[in-house]
C-alpha cells in the first residue's frame, strides 16, 4: 500500500509538472503541444503497468506459502528498487525532453524576435528613406571637404617643405662654396709660400754658386801667379846670380 501511495505522489507530481510545463506554453509551437500529450499519455500508460504489477505481486503474496516470506520480501524489495529505478529513468527522460522543449521553444523564440527586429529595422529604414539619404548626402558632403581641406593643407605643406628644402640646399651650396673658396685661397697662399720660399732658395743657390765660383777662379789666379813667379825664379837663378843685399839687423 505504502508503495502504491509513493507511486501515486510521483504519478500526481509528474502529471502536475506536465500540465504545468503544458499550460505555460500552450500558446507556443503546435509542436510542442503534441508532444506534451504524448508525454502525458506515456506517463499514463507507465501508470498503468505499474498498477498492474502491483495487482500481479498482491496476488503472488496471498497465495504464497508463511515458508516463503523473507524470499518474497526480498524479491519485492528488488522489484520495488527496479521499479523505482524506471521511474528515476524515465524522470530522467522527461526532464531531457523538457529541457530539449525548452531548448527548442527559446530558439524559435529567438528566431522570430530576430525576424521581427529585422522586419522592423527594414520598416523603419523604408519609413526614413529620403531622411537618410539626405543625412547621407550631407556626411559625404561633409566628409568630401574635410578631405579637400586635408589636401589643400597637405600640398601647401608639401610646398613648404619643398621650399625649405631649396633653401637648405642652396645655404648648404654656398657654405660649400665659401668652404671651397677659403681652401683655395688657402691653397694660393700655400703655393705662394712655397714659390716664394723657393726662389730664395734657388736665389741663395745661385748666390752660393756665384762666391763658390769667384773662390774657384780666385784660387785659380793665385796658383797661377804662384806658378809663374815660381818659373821667374828659376829663370832668374839660370841667367845671373842674385844680388846680395844687407841690412842692418837682417833676417
Known sequence: MGRSRSRSRSASRASKST???RSKHKKRRTRSRSTSRDKNHRHSRVRSRSRDRERKRRHRSLSSSSSSSDDDLILRAKRREEEEKKLELERQRLQKQKELEEKLIEEEVARRV???VAKRVAEELEKRKDE???EVK???E????IMEKQMLQELEQQRAAEIESQKRKEEEERQKRLELERIMLENNK???EAQRK???EQLKLVEDQRKMLEE???LEDKRRHETKREQEVILNKKNARPKLSFSIGGR
Not at 142 to 145: L, N, R, S
Open 19 to 21: 500540465s504545468k510545463h
Open 114 to 116: 530576430e525576424e521581427l
Open 132 to 134: 537618410i539619404e539626405a
Open 138 to 140: 550631407r556626411r559625404v
Open 142 to 145: 561633409e566628409a568630401k571637404q
Open 190 to 192: 700655400k703655393i705662394e
Open 198 to 200: 723657393l726662389a730664395e
Open 216 to 218: 774657384k777662379q780666385q
